[in-house]
């Protein structure tokens, strides 16, 4: 079904409720998870073979085989229990909009076709400010250095609506290279698959622009662009951890070479969170960009 549906799913995407009205099957993406799946360890930044988050490989009692998977950042109660009361309470005084795949959102930013590469400020005037403390304590994280949101979104994943979200990449074009989430409510997963989707998400903007990390995390100092990988044989998943009151960032290869996804079978409760992007550099510097900066600066 192309046409939008009362839940908010249009096209492939599906949630329980249109599944059960329409009689709808969900198109759940086929991963080994008995091989080739890895869960990261934050504690020591390494993936481990294993899939069950809460089961397998509880640092630091790792077992059998690692391998390394730079470009992932996790902190641990960035938030306090009060302030996940605080957002939540505020979070829901606003007006959810439906969105797909069994998930509500409220945004905060511009328009932009990734298509046509068009951006309009449109009604952007800012962000609540009730959420300003969780942008100025960026400012505390080095990895985070130099970031300005231009996007705040909202999200909420249902249970009891089956939410998730397909395997994508955040575009390229418009959005930079540190991608954050702040989860408030509900521990849950990403999954990770390798991308091999080369000339999708706008990834060939890559190249017009430095990388703002090095593998290591630490800040660029080169004008060098981050170089995609192309090994197309690599055919197994990375499944990071999600902790409620956490804060993730996603750069460099986990960034632009994976694919990142949340499984239905992950949202075991309510889960919310807070998803900020950034501009790609050019977008930094350029009028369409100032103006979008400026009213980031709001906070109302």
């Known amino acids: 079904m192309d046409k939008p549906r009362p839940c908010g799913c ?84 606003v007006q959810w909009d439906l969105s797909q795949s069994g998930r509500r959102k409220q945004n905060y930013g511009p328009k932009c076709n990734f298509k ?66 702040v989860n408030i409510l509900g521990d849950s997963v990403l999954t990770m698959t390798y991308n091999k989707k080369l000339l999708k998400y706008n990834l060939d903007c890559v190249l017009q622009y430095s990388k703002v990390l090095t593998s290591d995390g630490e800040m660029n100092t080169s004008n060098k662009p981050y170089i995609l990988e192309q090994d197309l044989e690599t055919n197994w998943s990375v499944r990071i951890p999600m902790p409620k009151r956490s804060l993730l960032v996603l750069y460099g290869s986990a960034r632009y070479d994976w694919e990142h996804q949340v499984l239905r079978e992950d949202i075991t409760e309510r889960r919310v969170c807070l998803a900020y992007r950034e501009f790609t550099p050019p977008y930094l510097v350029n009028n369409e960009g100032k103006a979008v900066l400026e009213r980031a600066c709001n906070f109302f």
């Open 10 to 93: 249009k096209g492939c995407r599906t949630c329980l409720i249109c599944e059960k009205e329409f009689g709808i099957t969900n198109k759940t993406l086929n991963i080994n998870r008995d091989k080739n799946s890895y869960i990261y360890c934050p504690d020591c930044n390494l993936a481990w073979s294993g899939w069950d988050v809460n089961r397998d490989q509880i640092h630091p009692n790792h077992t059998g085989t690692s391998l390394s998977y730079p470009g992932v950042y996790i902190q641990r109660n960035f938030l306090t229990v009060k302030e996940e009361e605080y957002l939540i309470h505020n979070i829901d005084s």
């Open 116 to 181: 046509k590469k068009k951006l309009q400020i449109g009604n952007f005037q800012g962000f609540p400010k009730f959420s300003q403390f969780v942008q100025e304590r960026f400012q505390q994280v080095p990895i985070l250095k130099d970031f300005h949101t231009i996007e705040q979104c909202s999200l909420e994943y249902d249970l009891n609506r089956g939410a998730s979200i397909d395997p994508h990449i955040d575009d390229c074009w418009i959005w930079g290279e540190r991608i954050v989430t």
